[in-house]
C-alpha cells in the first residue's frame, strides 16, 4: 500500500518547479496590487463605477483588477494611483529583504 502525501508536501513539491514558482509569484503580485488599490478606494469611499470613471475604465474591469484576475501596464497602474489620490512608486529590492 502507498503512503498518503500531505497538502503541504505536494505543493511543495509542484512550486519546487520553475515554472510554478513564477506563475505563483505573477499572481501574488497581481493580487497585492489589487488589494492595495482596494483597500484605498475603499478608504476614500469610492464605488468601483466612480474609480472607474476617474481612471478611464470601466466597472467590471476595476472587479477583475481588485481581485487579482489581471496583470497590469505601469500607465494603468498610474491612472489609478491618480485617480485614488496616490503617487506611483515602482522599485527593487533584494530578494532577501523581500517580504
Given at each position: 500500500m502507498s503512503e498518503r502525501r500531505g497538502w503541504d508536501e505536494m505543493r511543495d513539491d509542484v512550486l519546487a518547479s520553475p515554472e510554478a514558482q513564477?506563475?505563483?509569484d505573477a499572481a501574488r503580485i497581481?493580487?497585492?496590487l489589487g488589494h492595495a488599490v482596494r483597500e484605498r478606494r475603499e478608504?476614500?469611499?469610492m464605488t468601483q463605477d466612480q474609480l472607474a470613471e476617474v481612471a478611464g475604465m470601466r466597472q467590471p474591469a476595476v472587479t477583475r483588477f481588485?481581485?487579482?484576475g489581471?496583470?497590469?501596464t505601469?500607465?494603468?497602474?498610474e491612472r489609478l494611483a491618480v485617480a485614488l489620490?496616490?503617487?506611483l512608486h515602482v522599485g527593487f529590492e533584494p530578494l532577501d529583504l523581500a517580504s
Open positions: 513564477e506563475a505563483y497581481r493580487f497585492e478608504a476614500l469611499g481588485e481581485a487579482g489581471t496583470m497590469p505601469l500607465p494603468l497602474l489620490g496616490m503617487r
